[in-house]
């Protein structure tokens, strides 16, 4: 028996399970560029389509940065009427060292459907690596980030193959009539970098009863 026993760690050890930060390094000059739809039912339903550039502007020693969002062209229709919208329209932010929006740049920038949008769209990474089939929740509280109301963020890695991870997200905020959504993330495994983005939004903008599907996709 003590060569079968003397196999037990190895075999422990060949069960554990690989952890993942899901952390991307940010350096100041990095750039990504993704291509965003929504489709929002309400009062006044829309579509919109349109390309996102996000660059680090910034990088501070305790890891906080300041990113910068501009419009690359954004088509909007609403029934049969249709308009492109190409002003390079850029907003500024602070963001913590795992993503999460700190506050605007400048403070007279924040907005309630900003930071939603935000929220949403910005993958929060884990304070440690996780296993597939553990999660973590990011509280957000309103403030300097424009939202009038906190909002909980449950995210949970739901799977890793071919060197893509799954996460799914479920956003909630607090109030009556706040937002929720619920969401998959599509990153790559090993540095972490957001590569899809599907959710569904309740309440969206404000809006009691408003939907929107988005869809945000790295080029």
Known sequence: MAPFLALLPLAGALWTQEAWSLRTETRAGDKAVYA????????????SEGRIERSVASVRPD???MMRSRNLGTRITVGADSLLDETPREKAAWFGPNG????WEPASAAA?????????????TPPKAVQVGEGWTVMVEPGANGLKVGADIRYVLASQRDGLATVTMNYREKGTNGATATGTWTLDAKTGAPQRLEASVLNFAGETGAKATLVMVRE
């Open 36 to 47: 965003l739809t929504m489709r929002v039912e309400a009062a006044n339903s829309l579509q």
């Open 63 to 65: 890891g906080t940065y």
């Open 100 to 103: 999460l929006l700190v506050r």
């Open 112 to 124: 309630a459907n900003a930071a939603q949008l935000t929220y949403l769209t910005t993958f929060i």
